[in-house]
């Protein structure tokens, strides 16, 4: 009885260890892209954010040389004038990564979650910045990260968001596992036909026409 009890009492708490860890977030793509470990010995390399035209250093990695200004670059904030761009040097020359494959190939393999966040942004997952306890977050253990990401599931009536929980291992970066948690947004405009608000005006039946009654004999 005592052994049997003892062991209730062990999963018990192993339940609550499993389901009480706390998440941590990915506050802002900028703390995301500054986590990256370039695949390679670099001699620096710096981000670079254009926004609306200007130009931030979000990180510097090294000792900095001069370099261009670049004016195209990867966008990981849809429907914003906003993209980045990485400057880096190898062996004295300087390159300029501007598409998701250049910067694929920069993060290579995974040493984080923000690596592992970033590649599956570059498969056509979301860091939603505006809901981060929902689509921006993660936890981890000995063999996977758990990354908590959106995905815009429908750009049609009505615009929706969907978000998944992907299971990444640590080593090999493979994601085994994607978990649909359902919608999160669903946005409608006044041109989407299928608005349940629209749906709800019901028309009102035209009062249909009854036969009249004839009027009673008088009896003689």
């Not at 703390?31 to 010995?41: E, F």
């Not at 981060?132 to 990354?147: E, P, R, S, W």
């Not at 409608?188 to 036909?193: E, I, L, M």
């Not at 608000?197 to 008088?218: D, F, G, S």
């Amino acid at each position: 009885m005592k052994k049997i009890t003892t062991l209730t009492f062990f999963f018990f708490f192993l339940g609550i260890s499993v389901f009480s860890q706390e998440k941590k977030k990915f506050s802002n793509i900028d703390t995301v892209l500054g986590k990256i470990v370039p695949n390679g010995k670099v001699d620096f390399w710096v981000l670079v954010n254009n926004k609306y035209g200007k130009n931030r250093e979000v990180k510097v990695s090294g000792t900095k040389q001069d370099y261009l200004p670049q004016f195209v670059g990867f966008n990981f904030r849809p429907g914003e004038e906003s993209f980045y761009y990485i400057v880096c040097s190898v062996g004295g020359k300087i390159s300029y990564l501007t598409d998701q494959k250049e910067l694929k190939e920069f993060i290579g393999k995974v040493d984080n979650a923000e690596e592992a966040a970033l590649l599956a942004v570059l498969d056509g997952y979301l860091i939603d910045e505006q809901f981060v306890d929902i689509a921006a977050n993660y936890y981890d253990d000995k063999t996977n990260y758990y990354l908590d990401l959106g995905k815009v599931t429908s750009k049609e009536c009505p615009y929706q968001k969907t978000h998944f929980t992907l299971t990444v291992n640590r080593s090999t970066g493979v994601v085994s596992n994607v978990k649909d948690n359902g919608t999160y947004i669903e946005v409608y405009t006044k041109n989407c036909t299928n608005n349940p608000r629209l749906l709800k005006i019901e028309k009102k039946e035209e009062p249909k026409n009854e036969p009249k009654k004839q009027p009673a004999k008088k009896r003689k």
